[in-house]
């Protein structure tokens, strides 16, 4: 049923009709009067009551006249002439809500102060009801005497201590089912609540630590120690100053992380790196000292770009408490305007809360208006209507640097107001669409007084690579193959010196690729050549000279990445197989749930598959902010569950190879399946459908779509991106009525790349 009216009463008293707020309250007297009605509704109260308790410093015969006037304009404001919502009589008042009428109340009271007094913790519901408290029941309205203020600040101890409740018990729950970011979303929002709750903040550093997000625990404790010395006077318990010095000593896993039930695949160390890790570490105390930077790490694809750059990253932000945004773009994607800066935000947003606050407190009206263009969830984070902007209205992409690089350097400062860097890193920025690479272009110089490092790999030949290194004050970190006396490390360091001899000569195939030994090693793996040794590393089987029965891709003397992926698919069970084909053309990144939607697949396959993927490192877990912690088999196998969350191909090569070998009639098929699944989803660009159905011959579905992309683009100065979804939907459009066969159906209709 549509809702008449849309009561809110945390966070303050919001009364909607549609869209259009009802504010023509003649008085705050009227207005508080509305909230007691409203808050009370269903319950009949006398005149004489609600005279004396909005008027009691006026005469009986005053406060009644003031009460009739009110009631007048009450009723003209919020009634319906043929719907009244007021009961009123000679003696009485009484609001009753018309079934189409809806206050977050009922839900929240249904939940949190049950009637029958029912105890049990229902972490759905619970969820929901929480999520309704914006704020203090009825905040920032004045009382009007001693007996109104009473009722508020009882109703405001009784819902607070509601909520306070419900938190605790997802707080606990989270922490013994493994949700760590839920947990971490109903701690921060206890200790907003709550700020002086030691126990609160101790679970909240806890379930950092146990995300992967070891500096933001650390960072967290010194927060912590900083409020309870200037609030308290004390420092904190011998409980939490232990937790703070496991954390630090890497202590924290311990038991709460179960062993695997069987190894996963080899993890090569990374070799040959030093000078460029000396180079980023110059790089970064710049950014310590205040200076805002950007840094292009260049190389040719598998040459390592990713793991320099996490591997610098992690021990940056741990020990200093820096807040990492990152975003990426990928090969097998169709071009979304800013899709890269759009996932940074959306991180910001999701997971730091904090942050997000003092986005919101420093950034212009017009400036929000300009970032809900790339984040539209922005404004969400404390239950507030999101920012909408106007119908017809468009934003240059000045604008939005401008915009962004106020939230960026709004990111740097601590609640404190200490300083702490923030760092964006941007990945893969040779697969970026032309308005990406043109907004981070204009955002670099924007930041450059701040302690921002804006992080960036890219191939040396993209466009991207090429913009980026003209800025002024960019520098450029450029990865090399591997030297053999490098290689010679890195197996000697994998299997000791038995064996290794034959295994150097095979790995300087590669030509000095980290991906493509990688993927041979694990190939290796596969093929049971290599075993683990107890203790750690790993023993060669085979016979010196030869791998027998390993079938090694070899052209031109050199190994091929996809061929070596190809070969470790084939070693798959069926069901891992048929879980990566359809990962494979649902995108880069895929979600358990919907890839069981697509083909009906058990939950029980999903499970066992997705572990055996994992195991096999073919994917890993997308976890959707930036986890600080080295424990990768930790965080991606066992943290949470193996089927929650977002999945991600380990390697972009990965999901190329998969999906090219799919043949096309079965490939048509699944994108429409995928199509149809995501219909129904949020958050899924147009751009991004329309491939689905471009690429499953739905050409008319996938028309209109493209166009109102392109529109949408138009509106954010992707103009690259707008031309190439018009040209695109007139190209299907065509194909569609000629009912010919065109490029147009092809597997990879969007995937062509406007900023090349």
């Known amino acids: 049923m549509q809702r008449r009216l849309e009561i809110h009463t945390f966070g303050g008293f919001d009364v909607r009709r549609g869209e259009a707020r009802v504010n023509d309250f003649e008085s705050r007297k009227v207005e508080a009067l509305a909230a007691y009605l409203l808050s009370n509704r269903g319950r009949t109260f006398s005149r004489d009551h609600l005279a004396s308790l909005l008027w009691p410093d006026r005469t009986e015969a005053s406060a009644r006249r003031n009460l009739r006037q009110a009631l007048y304009n009450l009723r003209s404001t919020m009634e319906h002439e043929a719907e009244p919502c007021f009961v009123v009589d000679a003696r009485s008042v009484r609001f009753e809500p018309h079934p189409g009428d809806w206050i977050d109340l009922d839900p929240f009271e249904k939940v949190l ?149 069987e190894p996963t695949g080899p993890v090569l160390p990374m070799v040959g790196r030093a000078r460029e890790l000396v180079a980023l570490e110059g790089l970064w105390h710049r950014v310590l000292e205040g200076r805002g930077h950007l840094t292009l790490v260049t190389g040719s694809e598998g040459i390592g770009k990713t793991r320099l750059v996490k591997t610098f990253l992690h021990r940056a932000s741990s020990d200093s408490g820096a807040t990492v945004l990152q975003g990426a773009w990928h090969e097998l994607e169709p071009p979304v305007p800013y899709r ?88 893969d920025l040779h697969w970026a669409d032309r308005s990406s690479l043109e907004l981070v272009a204009a955002l ?38 591997l030297a053999p006396d490098d290689m010679g490390e890195l197996v000697r360091a994998l299997v000791g010196a038995d064996g290794a001899e034959h295994l150097i000569d095979l790995l300087g195939q590669t030509g000095g690729n980290a991906l493509a030994a990688s993927s041979l090693v694990n190939l290796l793996w596969d093929h049971d050549t290599l075993e683990p040794v107890e203790g750690g590393g790993w023993h060669v089987t085979a016979p010196p000279g030869g791998f027998p029965g390993v079938p090694i891709p070899v052209r031109d003397s050199a190994v091929s990445i996809d061929e070596l992926i190809t070969a470790r698919v084939t070693r798959l069970p069926p069901s891992s197989r048929r879980l990566l084909t359809l990962a494979a053309v649902a995108g880069p990144r895929f979600e358990p749930d919907l890839l069981g939607a697509i083909e009906g697949e058990e939950e029980a396959v999903i499970e066992a598959s997705l572990r055996t993927l994992l195991e096999r490192w073919l994917v890993r877990l997308a976890l959707g ?31 190329r190879a998969i999906y090219r070998t ?17 219909e129904g989803a949020s958050k899924v660009p147009l751009e991004v459908l329309a491939h689905h159905y471009l690429a499953g011959g739905a050409n008319e579905r996938a028309v209109s779509l493209l166009l109102k992309a392109a529109a949408l683009a138009e509106s954010i100065d992707a103009h690259a991106e707008a031309v190439y979804a018009r040209d695109l939907a007139s190209r299907a459009s065509r194909a569609s009525k000629s009912k010919t066969a065109s490029s147009t159906t092809s597997s990879q209709p969007l995937l062509t790349d406007p900023g090349e």
């Open 625 to 655: 902010y930036w986890a600080d912690s080295r424990r990768d088999r930790d965080m991606v196998m066992w943290v949470g569950g193996a089927r929650r969350g977002t999945f991600e191909f380990a390697h972009g090569a990965v999901h």
């Open 444 to 481: 670099c110089p924007l930041v450059q007084d701040a302690p921002v490092w804006v992080i960036v790999t890219a191939r040396p030949d993209s466009a991207g690579a090429r913009l980026l290194s003209e800025l002024p004050g960019a520098d450029v970190v450029a990865l090399e193959p």
């Open 340 to 427: 890269g800066l759009r996932q940074a935000l959306d991180e910001l947003v999701s997971h730091e809360l904090d942050a997000v606050e003092r986005i919101l407190d420093g950034t212009p009206p017009e400036e929000l208006a300009h970032l809900a263009q790339l984040a539209p969830d922005l404004t969400r984070t404390q239950g507030a209507p999101p920012v909408q902007p106007q119908s017809g209205s468009r934003v240059s992409k000045q604008q939005l640097a401008r915009a962004l690089s106020r939230a960026i350097v709004l990111t740097t400062r601590a609640e404190d107001d200490t300083v702490r860097p923030t760092i964006l890193y941007l990945e």
């Open 113 to 261: 102060l049950p009637e029958d007094g029912d105890t049990a913790v229902d972490p759905r519901g619970l969820a929901n009801a929480v999520r309704l408290y914006r704020g203090q029941f009825l905040d920032g309205l004045p009382s009007p005497g001693i007996g109104y203020e009473e009722w508020l600040l009882g109703e405001q101890e009784r819902y607070r201590e509601a909520v306070l409740r419900a938190l605790r018990d997802l707080v606990d729950h989270a922490l013994a089912t493994g949700d760590h970011e839920a947990g971490i979303r109903y701690a921060r929002q206890l200790v907003r609540i709550d700020p002086l709750s030691e126990e609160t903040h101790r679970k909240l550093i806890r379930l950092y630590a146990l995300s992967g997000r070891r500096g933001r625990a650390l960072a967290h404790y010194d927060d912590l120690v900083e409020l309870l010395r200037r609030e308290l006077g004390v420092a904190p318990l011998d409980e939490t100053t232990e937790l703070h010095r496991s954390i630090r000593e890497g202590q924290i896993f311990g038991p709460e992380i179960p062993a695997a039930p």
């Open 662 to 678: 799919l043949d096309p009639a079965r490939r048509r098929a699944l994108h429409l399946k995928v199509a149809a699944a995501l």
